[in-house]
T-cell receptor, first 110, second 113 residues
Framework: GQNIDQPTEMTATEGAIVQINCTYQ??????LFWYQQHAGEAPTFLSY????GLEEKGRFSSFLSRSKGYSYLLLKELQMKDSASYLC???????????FGAGTRLAVHP | DGGITQSPKYLFRKEGQNVTLSCEQN?????MYWYRQDPGQGLRLIYY???????QKGDIAEGYSVSREKKESFPLTVTSAQKNPTAFYLC????????????FGPGTRLTVT
């Protein structure tokens, strides 16, 4: 079967660093996405990894290991506005079909 | 402004009624998708379309129908056969020749009583 696992909830302190892990088992792999979703709003794109290694984009970085079926999203210098759900999704098969994990709800405290 | 629009933001219906959710994009994307999101769950794929007049069932297509008569439009009908229609519905589109990123509309929250 196809499965994507990520922690349900995490908490962190403003200004700190947090790492959100994602493990996946899918029948195909065309790339891995991270999206941010604030409550009641649409997901917004954060990052895309197709090759192993670290992709850095400002305060956000994402890592992929295809052999281990593992990715993480690293958020630095946390701000209150980073309180949101973070969705891990794998592109598998044709038509760019995405398989989503249940999301990790991150709460940032002062 | 390029983007995806969904309307309305909130929709209320009585059980037994069909309802159609609209999705329009002006990004010139070939592919469009419909997802359903329930509390505490990830997005689940209902239907997707790569090209006009063609669409494929996703993982939870039962009780739903779609059409793709124009490249810009991909409406979703929630029929009375859908047993638990109350949910947050998200439409997305992507450029299949690009980075495969999917762009999402603002969503429609459907409540059926």
């Amino acid at each position: 079967g196809q499965n994507i696992d990520q922690p349900t909830e995490m908490t962190a302190t403003e200004g700190a660093i947090v790492q959100i892990n994602c493990t996946y088992q899918t029948s195909g792999f065309n790339g891995l996405f991270w999206y941010q979703q604030h409550a009641g709003e649409a997901p917004t794109f954060l990052s895309y990894n197709v090759l192993d290694g670290l992709e850095e984009k400002g305060r956000f970085s994402s890592f992929l290991s295809r052999s281990k079926g593992y990715s993480y999203l690293l958020l630095k210098e946390l701000q209150m506005k980073d309180s949101a759900s973070y969705l891990c999704a794998v592109s598998s098969g044709g038509y760019n079909k995405l398989i989503f994990g249940a999301g990790t709800r991150l709460a940032v405290h002062p | 402004d390029g983007g995806i629009t969904q309307s309305p933001k909130y929709l209320f219906r009585k059980e037994g009624q069909n309802v159609t959710l609209s999705c329009e994009q002006n990004l010139n994307h070939d592919a469009m998708y419909w997802y359903r999101q329930d509390p505490g769950q990830g997005l689940r794929l209902i239907y997707y379309s790569q090209i006009v007049n063609d669409f494929q069932k996703g993982d939870i297509a039962e009780g739903y129908s779609v059409s793709r008569e124009k490249k810009e439009s991909f409406p979703l009908t929630v029929t009375s056969a859908q047993k638990n229609p109350t949910a947050f519905y998200l439409c997305a589109s992507s450029d299949l020749a690009g980075s495969y990123e999917q762009y999402f509309g603002p969503g429609t929250r459907l409540t059926v009583t």
